[in-house]
């Protein structure tokens, strides 16, 4: 019963995927020949069938690749290799907690392999067919390779520590494993940028000239202070274009890709700086960070309920009471329950957005750099420009271009 459930959770999900993507086919497909106007304005036309070709190219890809992973998942969760592999890691050192965190670690790995040629193929395929590829075979292997050893010596201390919880504090371990994870969250936050970025792409200071000036102008007159403004290569793998700040505090630090630099004129990417100080002003980093502790919160005292409720280890076939296959379990199966919850999740996140156009508006004292910089950013990026309102309802965490380019015209920088 409690795998029938489970398959019927994963085809449930499936079906609701499969659905959401025909509408959005068929949407493009119906504004193929001719964009609507307020896309008219945006885009011209050879890049507008240029970015419908894009995105329905996409959307086959994704579907194909969503079937196989589904097909995968459903394959593993009833075939008995989870168990069996369980019962085998934990003949090598019996009772000891390293072997279940090795045991977790071996399974995601395994489960990574069946989905490379899919990874490779968008990659060198797909995006290569676009344009936007600008990585190598070479550089693609060396960036699996740093991830596998990176996952192994930041994940495996990190599980050993959260399996070990349960004899070291008992039955309240769940309190104490939302503690030790959202420390660590906090703690990449600082690190990621200045230890772990870096062994894949560099980061070198913004050289002097109009451009630092008016970024560092912008956070004196809007009070956001960052420790530096670093350009990073993105190009040498993606033509995609990005600008974000890391870390919090006096950690914290601006980051702009090289290919946004090239593509956007000096007070274009002020304005985008501004967008992304707006999320600061407007406390959305706070609200986030809350709302990912509530979430890991609910999600370790779910956990530490199916682990002792004798009828859901069971029912794959692992024996009770034991965290590792529990918490393997639940996040292999967990998607198919929070897929539901996502367009509640990108409601507040398009919220947040539009909350830090207006700031940006505000800043820049009109919505004119902005809206150039999305404009030229949907061109460059052959963004969907025409997605179903339910499509992007449920998976956008940002509004549409239009829909922000309509909410700023509504209204008067203060």
């Known amino acids: 019963m409690v795998l029938q459930i489970a398959l019927a959770l994963i085809l449930l999900r499936l079906v609701a995927e499969w659905v959401l993507s025909l509408l959005n086919r068929q949407e493009v497909r119906r504004h193929a020949e001719q964009a609507p106007p307020a896309v008219a304005a945006i885009m011209d036309e050879a890049t507008y069938r240029k970015s419908v070709d ?20 459903a394959l593993v969760i009833v075939c008995g290799f989870l168990p069996w592999l369980f019962a085998q890691v934990g003949a090598w050192a019996p009772a000891a907690k390293w072997d279940d965190a090795l045991y977790v670690i071996i399974v995601f790995v395994l489960l990574s392999i069946p989905g490379l040629p899919f990874d490779w193929w968008s990659q060198f395929r797909l995006e290569e067919q676009f344009g936007f590829n600008k990585s190598t075979v070479s550089l693609w292997l060396t960036d699996k390779v740093k991830g596998l050893v990176l996952g192994f010596v930041i994940g495996f201390p990190l599980l050993w520590g959260l399996l070990a919880l349960v004899d070291w ?3 309240n371990w769940w309190l104490w494993a939302t503690g030790l994870l959202f420390a660590f969250q906090l703690l990449m936050l600082v690190l990621y940028p200045k230890l772990i970025l870096p062994l894949f792409n560099k980061l070198t200071p913004l050289p002097e000239g109009e451009l630092r000036d008016r970024l560092m102008a912008l956070g004196d007159r809007t009070g956001f202070e960052a420790s530096t403004i670093e350009v990073i ?7 995609h274009s990005n600008a ?12 702009l890709f090289d290919t946004l630099i090239e593509q956007l004129t000096p007070e274009e990417l002020e304005a985008v700086l501004a967008h992304e100080v707006g999320h600061y002003k407007r406390g959305h980093i706070p609200q986030r960070l809350v709302i990912g502790l509530v979430t890991l919160l609910l999600s370790f005292g779910a956990l530490a309920w199916l682990m002792e409720a004798p009828w859901f280890l069971a029912g794959f076939g692992f024996p009770s009471g034991e965290l590792a296959p529990a918490l393997l379990l639940f996040a292999l199966l967990s998607g198919v329950v929070t897929f539901w919850f996502t367009p509640i999740s990108n409601v507040l996140s398009r919220k947040h957005e539009y909350q830090a156009d207006a700031f940006a508006q505000d800043a820049m004292g009109s919505d004119t750099p902005l809206v150039g910089a999305l404009r030229k950013l949907a061109s460059k990026n052959l963004s969907n420009m025409t997605p179903h309102p339910w499509f992007s309802g449920f998976y956008y965490s940002h509004p549409t271009i239009v829909e922000r380019e309509r909410a700023m015209a509504a209204r008067t920088p203060a």
């Open 169 to 171: 504090v008992g039955s």
């Open 244 to 255: 974000y700040f890391t870390g919090f505090g006096r950690f914290r630090r601006i980051v």
């Open 233 to 239: 290569d993105g190009s040498k793998r993606s033509g």
């Open 54 to 73: 894009y995105t329905l190219a996409k959307i086959r890809f994704g579907n194909l690749s969503n079937l196989f992973d589904t097909g995968v998942l």
